[in-house]
């Protein structure tokens, strides 16, 4: 069975940085790109980028570039996104999801809620 | 960017209606398109991929149809799990965008 699991809530200062994880089970990690997704205030939904597992290349939404990076440990097939510089424009819940070239997006984590406040 | 237009923003409707929303795509000759289902505090979960086909163990009062630029979701008779947001993504061009969503109510 596919899960992605994440990591839990953070609660974070205005301009601090924030690791999001997110470990992969039930497929080869490897094989499938993963994409991160921001939701914003319960319904918009922003896609931040992707990472392809195998040869750790990433393509990200310009509005991301300079917040987010994303990496990946195949070691423990798990997947990271890191924000930098929050502010409250970043509060949001985060969400891995799975790319399969044949059916898109297919499988998401649960999600991580980051609230950003002082 | 491609824009998902995607309407209307809310609907209600009663139990075993039959159900339409629409994305249209403000630009793109060749859309691969997902319809997701969202309900409150969840993931979203994938319905449709490659525009028209249903995910494995999705009831098959859900379809979705392209034409053109324009996708629809269809629900062919409203039950009251269908209760949730829905919506559209295109993952044809970078960056990949989202539909603003249609949040559905049971009357």
């Known amino acids: 069975e596919v899960q992605l699991q994440q990591s839990g809530p953070e609660l974070e200062k205005p301009g601090a940085s924030v690791k999001i994880s997110c470990k992969a089970s039930g497929y080869s990690f490897t094989g499938y790109n993963m994409n991160w997704v921001k939701q914003s205030n319960g319904k918009s939904l922003e896609w931040i980028g992707n990472i392809d597992p195998y040869y750790g290349g990433t393509s990200y939404n310009q509005k991301f570039k300079g917040k987010a990076t994303l990496t990946v440990d195949k070691s423990s097939s798990t997947a990271y996104m890191q924000l930098k510089s929050l502010t409250s424009e970043d509060s949001a819940v985060y969400y891995c999801?799975?790319?399969?070239?044949?059916?898109?997006?297919?499988?998401w984590g649960q999600g991580t809620t980051l609230t950003v406040s002082s | 960017d491609v824009q998902m237009i995607q309407s209307p923003s809310s609907l209600s409707a009663s139990l075993g209606d039959i159900v339409t929303m629409t994305c249209q795509a403000s630009?793109?000759?060749?859309?691969?398109l997902n319809w997701f289902q969202q309900k409150p505090g969840k993931a979203p979960k994938l319905l449709i991929y490659g525009a028209s086909n249903l995910e494995d163990g999705v009831p098959s009062r859900f379809s979705g149809s392209r034409y053109g630029t324009d996708f629809t979701l269809t629900i062919s008779s409203l039950e009251d799990e269908d209760m949730a947001t829905y919506f559209c993504l295109q993952h044809s061009y970078l960056p990949w965008t989202f539909g603003g969503g249609t949040k559905l109510e049971i009357k």
């Open positions: 630009q793109g000759t060749s859309i691969n």
């Open positions: 999801a799975r790319w399969s070239h044949y059916y898109g997006v297919d499988y």
